[in-house]
């Protein structure tokens, strides 16, 4: 995800011709890699912990 990301910043901050369609693009796609990075990195690992079936002490 930091490879796209890095690789997408000069679409943000394009300023020629074409830049009305890249900036848009570029922000959307982003966006979608903070949301998706933030959801495997902290929402999955809770989500594991809370239905996973809790192991038993031993006797």
Do not use: N
Request: proline share 8%.
């Amino acid at each position: 995800a930091l490879t796209t990301a890095l690789g997408l910043a000069p679409l943000l901050f394009a300023s020629g011709v074409g830049a009305e369609v890249q900036r848009p693009l570029a922000t959307v796609v982003m966006g979608g890699l903070v949301t998706s990075t933030l959801l495997t990195l902290l929402v999955l690992p809770a989500l594991h912990r809370w239905f996973a079936p809790k192991a038993e002490a031993p006797a």
